[in-house]
Nanobody, 124 residues
């Protein structure tokens, strides 16, 4: 049974930084696509960043230049370094994965495996 477990969320002031981690387990092979999504209260879940097995990365426009996604493939761990945080970054952050060899979209429906989420709160 596959499992994704996020950690690293918390509260920070605007301009600060946080680093999220996602540990993947139960996979026979490393997931082809792994990514981060977020959902603020009353909003739809939106894609933040994705990375495939070959290191190809895609960012949402809202976080480009401030967030950095990375994968430790040998350990099946996904990271999200978040710098220059803004109050509008406040949300529950979710790790997601799938094993299809295709473009790693920032689309929620593309992903079959999800973690429980970790809360990020940015105060002004």
């Amino acid at each position: 049974q596959v499992q994704l477990v996020e950690s690293g969320g918390g509260s920070v002031q605007a301009g600060g930084s946080l680093r999220l981690s996602c540990a993947a387990s139960g996979y026979t092979y490393s997931p082809y696509c792994m990514g981060w999504f977020r959902q603020a209260p009353g909003e739809e879940r939106e894609g933040v960043a994705t990375e495939d097995l070959f290191g190809r990365i895609k960012y949402a426009d809202a976080v480009e230049g401030r967030f950095t996604i990375s994968r430790a493939r040998d350990k099946n761990i996904l990271y999200l370094q978040m710098d220059s945080l803004k109050p509008e970054d406040t949300a529950m952050y979710y790790c997601a994965a799938h094993s299809r060899a295709e473009y790693c979209a920032l689309t929620r429906s593309s992903y079959s495996d999800w973690g429980q989420g970790t809360q990020v709160t940015v105060s002004s």
